[in-house]
C-alpha cells in the first residue's frame, strides 16, 4: 500500500474512533463535513492531528487543517500534501 492509501485509510480508522461510527461508513463516505455531519467541535480535531504527526512524523497546524478539513476527502488531501511536503 502507497503512503497516500496508508493515510486514507489512517484517516478512515481514526474519524471512526473518535467519532464511534463504523470505519466502513467513514470509508465510503469521505464527502462527510466535519462540523455538519460529523458533528465535530475543536477539541476532536486534536487526537486526529496527535496520530498523524506520532504515525507519519509530519507537523501539522492546528488552524490551518480545521480550515481546510471541511470534509473526509479534503482532510486526506491535506495530510498527503502534507506529508509529501515535508518527505518529499
Do not use: C, W
Not at 30 to 41: M, P, Y
Amino acid at each position: 500500500m502507497d503512503i497516500d492509501a496508508q493515510i486514507s485509510d489512517a484517516m478512515d480508522d481514526i474519524l471512526a474512533r473518535v467519532f464511534l461510527k463504523d470505519k466502513s461508513d467513514i470509508a465510503s463516505h469521505h464527502e462527510l463535513r466535519f462540523k455538519e455531519d460529523l458533528g465535530a467541535d475543536s477539541k476532536q480535531y486534536f487526537p486526529i492531528l496527535s496520530i498523524f504527526e506520532d504515525k507519519f512524523e509530519i507537523l501539522m497546524d492546528y488552524h490551518v487543517f480545521q480550515y481546510e478539513a471541511t470534509t473526509i476527502q479534503n482532510a486526506i488531501e491535506y495530510v498527503i500534501g502534507e506529508y509529501h511536503n515535508q518527505h518529499g
